[in-house]
């Protein structure tokens, strides 16, 4: 019983589930602050296609969703979730990712 | 005899599974791309197997060096090997991700015709938390075989080895549907997601505590305040844990020299084997119990996730210097040995910064400067302890002369990334974050082994080689009776009026030119020279000659910073230079940082001598 509350305990809920919708907000996967997710809405232009195409792979990809678990100051790079994995991402590339319907 | 390629993405497992599939150690680590290059080993259940592990993938779009390195090597041995099947290796816990490499791999497979099997690793994480794999399921949905496992636990390993054992003509080729061909990244990893969601765990695995534990690594201050202590606690280790093993070699070759010694009757002979072999050989082999543990302390840094960490963190004022985050794990290597710190560069993307790492790494204190620091800090600072017991000065002197080695690392790469253009082929930061795990201490400890073995029968030959040349030189020919006199005594005093000005004497000026082949060789070069000059002395410990050689605390600083930056090791330039495909920067190197060491050694020698 009590293996049982502690598993559940340590299990994070992913913060969208149980979030409100902003279809308004729309900005960079660099803006969303720690606790925050979003939708993918595309690449900038500038983006180099390789790098494109890796990101998608990593599934940064139109249309889905990301939250951001880390957002330490000073600049560095935050980290993002998506489906299971967690991937840091710099300023300069995060910036270059826009997003749509934020979650607060 | 046929081959089994080993593939997946970083992190997936695949070097333990090796591992554990064939008997070898290869380094496991929990960093994404530590496996550089490609190993072989035979299966052991089925010898006629030979199992080949290429380093981890992404995707077949590759866009680092390490990449293209391994997908070139894959479709080579996919061409030419006697290849019977190729192995994907996946994390279950993060299954969309490794599944898109795997969808992709079945295009290439198919046009190939070899079998492609899917190691699905890490279901002991599963079974903690409950969770279910669809195996069977997935199996049928991408028509290929899909093997549950555990690396770790061994569970699932003799079912894939009965599989990988059966000729591919047993098991139906996997039938390429024609929709996969043409397919792009969007398509891969939308059905690699429905695959997850329809096969994979059902259920939240990034676990909080992990969200907890990044949050504390990462944020500012207690991110900051617990890198710096845990690279403190790595110098401090290097010291206080490796001292009673160093004790025990030193007291051991003493134990050793009075039971051979006495049975040699030869007084050339007896000279040789009590100045050459005890004095040189074993001056150096009482240092490889700091090398193990060094090794031992980097390798738990790694495997436990903390090193992604200390990349992100380190990413912001690396790039001030002109590097990357994924420049501190080449670096960090770089701390045990240069060479797979250059073989680690290869992760990174952009070539301007890989290229910039590369100069920075030959400044990384490595362990072969480790003798001679050591050698140098225990002649000059007192073996004392100041607050409390808590900071040891020796400890705090190699502190101080490590982050010597990284400043002035950085400092080049700052100045050189200011002056050379960059053409627009960076590329960005952007590194997958490994769970936090408890280190696996079996391969730990093992590696750490295999590291100091490797040193101790790379670097044993040539100090054996060099020590026995000035040995020779040294003793000859008068008998060991004036070293001054001797030939390598004339041959020192023409080399005098270099090492002068910083207040060294032949001696030293000897065992500098012979440590360009390897730092480490100084040390035993010092102990020949040594031995043969106090020959009549009680055997007493190199650092306590060193001292009364009338050696001046400043010329033991200057010669910290010496050793500190100058490039003197062979290998490390070779491997340089096939890595960058030319002679031209090991060569810059070489003499830069040969004059950079001078210049820095003589200021340090004046700074010293108008401070005390
Ligand atoms: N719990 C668990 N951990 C595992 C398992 N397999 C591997 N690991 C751990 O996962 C981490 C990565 O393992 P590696 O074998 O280095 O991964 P790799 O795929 O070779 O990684 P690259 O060298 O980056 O290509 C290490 O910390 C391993 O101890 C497993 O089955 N269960």
Known sequence: MIRITIRIKSVMVLPMEKTRKDDSVRGSLWQLRRGESCVINGFDEA??????VRLTELGFRPGASVSCTVAPRLGAPKLYRVANAVYSLEKQIAEMVSTKSQFT | MSQVLLVGSPNSGKSLLFNKLTGLNQK????????????????????????????????????????????????????????????????????????????????LCGRYGKRLLIAANMQ??????????????????????????????????????????????????????????????????????????????????????????????????????????????????????????MDAVENSLLWLSSLVLPHISNSIAFDFIDEAIFGGLGAFLVFVPQIFVLTLMVGMLEDSGYLSRAAVICHRPLRAFGLTGKSFIPMLSGVACAIPGIYAARTIESP??????????????????????????????????????????????????????????????????RTIDDHGEDAPFVLEMPPYRMPSWLPLLRGAWERSKHFVTKAGPVIFWVTMVVWFLGYFPNFGADLGESWLGVLG????????????????????????????????????????????????????????????????????????????????????????????????????????????????????????
């Open chain 2, 493 to 612: 005093h023409i080399i005098e009026p270099v090492f002068a000005p910083i207040g060294l004497d032949w001696k030293y000026g000897v065992a500098i030119i012979a440590s360009f082949l390897a730092r480490e060789v100084f040390v035993g070069t010092l102990g020949t020279l040594f031995g043969i000059e106090g020959a009549q002395d009680n055997v007493i410990s190199l650092s306590e000659r060193v001292q009364a050689s009338g050696l001046s605390v400043e010329s033991g600083f200057a010669l910290l910073v010496f050793f500190a930056i100058a490039a003197q090791c062979v290998s490390t330039l070779a491997v340089l230079a096939r890595e960058t495909g030319s002679w031209k920067l090991p060569i810059q190197m070489f003499i830069g940082y040969g004059l950079f060491a001078y210049a820095s050694a003589l200021g340090m020698y004046h700074l010293v001598g108008a401070l005390s």
């Open chain 2, 352 to 417: 301007r910064r890989r290229w910039l790492t590369y100069l920075a790494i030959p400044l990384m204190p490595c362990s072969a400067r480790l003798p001679v620091y050591a050698l140098l800090i225990s002649a000059f600072i007192p073996a004392e302890s100041v607050l409390g017991g808590w900071v040891g000065l020796q400890g705090l002197a190699m502190f101080g002369v490590y982050l010597l080695g990284i400043m002035a690392g950085l400092l080049v790469t700052a100045l050189v990334s």
């Open chain 2, 124 to 245: 002991d994480v599963l079974h903690k938390h409950d969770l279910d794999f669809d195996a069977a399921g997935l199996e049928k949905a991408i028509n290929m075989p899909v093997v549950p496992l555990s690396a770790k636990t061994g569970e699932g390993l003799e079912t894939l080895e009965k599989v990988l054992a059966t000729t591919p003509g047993d098991i139906t080729a996997p039938a390429v549907a024609s929709d996969i061909i043409g397919r792009d990244e969007n398509a891969y990893r939308g059905e690699a997601e429905q695959l997850a969601r329809d096969f994979g765990p059902k259920g939240d695995l990034l676990l909080k505590t992990h969200s907890r534990a990044d949050a504390f690594f990462l944020s500012s201050f207690t991110g900051g305040v617990s890198f710096l202590l845990i690279m403190y606690f790595l110098f401090q280790s290097i010291f206080t844990w490796a001292a009673p093993v």
């Open chain 1, 47 to 52: 983006m180099q296609q390789r790098f494109k």
């Open chain 2, 28 to 107: 496991v680590a929990n960093f994404p791309g530590i496996t550089v290059g490609t190993h072989s080993g035979h299966c052991r259940h089925y010898p006629e197997l030979e199992l080949v592990d290429f380093p981890g993938v992404y995707s077949m779009h590759a866009i680092s060096g390490e990449e293209s390195i391994a997908l070139d090597a894959l479709s080579h041995a996919l061409n030419e090997g006697d290849v019977s099947s190729v192995l994907c290796v996946v994390d279950s816990t993060r299954l969309e991700k490794g599944l898109v490499f795997a969808l992709q791999l079945q295009e």
